[in-house]
């Protein structure tokens, strides 16, 4: 199936390289150049951006605090060889570059680095090696301008694989590390306090000692976890496990996770469901459609099929697949309740057991207090009572 795919794609592209050679008007010939172009590398550029971060790192940024917020496309599709590490290095988003870029190591040495036994794919192995060498650069660019000393540094994602596109863990649990050189004096205390990503800008805040306004930011600083070096000094409040509340939010879901408990439900508008058959057969249709040759993995879904925590698409998009097969039981359901310390996988929905009646009441209250100091609607949360 994936070879047909990539025959396909290579099919796509022959036939608009085609259509490109009978444009006679110079304009109209860089405009198919760009859509060749915006296809065979539709997102992977990472020397263009490790060069841009680059130009923004001068000596005279030792003098005042800078933020620089590298934001890369990996690891992403595409992961074909030829239209990730292996592509023609010339190719932007913009346009062809006379030369191709030399700043990070070539393909073939990406290849060579990324033979290690691991089941993953080389094109996702190599990504990594990829990604591992623009973040050397950066740091090497930081060393040689005087900036490694006095600079703070987080490597972070945006969400999970395992379920991306729902509040499950395998969705909203991402890596957070926070770094400088010599290291903090944590010797070796493992923290058990509780950090969401909003917490980033106040934290880099607190660590560059800028004062700031708390009741501007929705996060809390937690910039006493990596300043700490003894279990001995007590946790903030409101970083502690079992009083903060954790805040989820995606597509039509929204949750809470407070101590060892996590609840979040999945509401739909009402107009959604009274979709028509038809209507719900179209939205279904235009999915597809949207992705020309490369169908979705999960071609079983139907116009019966309900819709996902991330889209309003019968059997949820793209994105919702991997949850969708890791939480068969229950990923679709409309309320959601685990206890996190005994099932950390998430496979026995708690909603219906009476044993966790007022655990499900309380975090019902608690997602209704955050939702009611967000702008917008959801269901019955925000409804007044």
């Not at 033979?115 to 591992?132: C, E, F, I, N, R």
């Not at 740091?139 to 490597?155: H, K, P, Q, V």
């Amino acid at each position: 199936q994936q070879q047909q795919q990539q025959q396909q794609q290579q099919q796509g592209r022959a036939q608009r390289q085609q259509a490109g050679r009978g444009l006679q008007e110079e304009s109209d010939v860089q405009l198919m150049e760009q859509e060749i172009v915006a296809e065979q590398r539709r997102e992977q550029q990472l020397e263009q951006q490790v060069e841009a971060a680059e130009q923004r790192l001068h000596p005279g940024q030792q003098s005042r605090p800078f933020l620089l917020w590298l934001a890369t496309t990996l690891m992403h599709s595409p992961f074909e060889e030829d239209r990730g590490f292996r592509a023609d290095r010339r190719i932007t988003p913009y346009k062809l570059l006379d030369e191709p870029a030399t700043m990070l190591p070539g393909s073939d040495s990406l290849r060579e680095r990324a033979q290690w036994g691991h089941p993953w794919g080389m094109s996702t192995k190599a990504m990594l090696v990829w990604l591992d060498d623009a973040f050397g650069q950066l740091l090497a660019s930081l060393d040689e301008r005087g900036l490694s000393d006095n600079t703070i540094i987080m490597f972070l994602n945006d969400h999970g694989v395992l379920a991306k596109g729902s509040l499950y863990d395998g969705g909203v649990r991402t890596p957070l590390a926070v770094w400088r050189k010599g290291g903090f004096p944590t010797n070796g205390v493992v923290s058990d306090a509780s950090v969401s990503m909003v917490d980033v800008v106040p934290t880099l805040l607190d660590l560059a000692n800028i004062p700031y306004d708390d009741e501007a930011f929705d996060g809390q600083s937690f910039a006493h976890v990596v300043r700490r070096d003894s279990l001995e000094e007590e946790l903030p409040a409101q970083l502690r496990q079992e009083e903060r509340v954790i805040y989820l939010e995606v597509g039509y879901s929204r949750g809470v996770v407070k101590g060892r408990y996590k609840y979040f439900a999945m509401r739909h508008p009402e107009w959604a469901q009274e979709l028509t058959p038809d209507e719900r057969q179209m939205i279904l249709d235009k999915m597809l459609a949207s992705r020309g040759n490369m169908p979705p993995p999960r071609m079983h879904a139907t116009r019966e099929s309900p819709f996902g925590n991330m889209c309003l698409v019968p059997g949820g998009c793209d994105a919702e697949y991997e949850g969708t097969q890791s939480h068969v039981q229950d990923y679709f359901a409309p309320d959601h309740l685990y206890d996190l310390s005994l099932d950390p996988d998430e496979q026995q929905n708690l909603v219906a057991d009476p044993r966790y009646a007022s655990v499900l009441a309380d975090l019902k209250r608690e997602l209704r207090e955050v939702l009611k100091s967000l702008p917008g609607t959801f269901a019955e949360f925000t409804e007044e009572t």
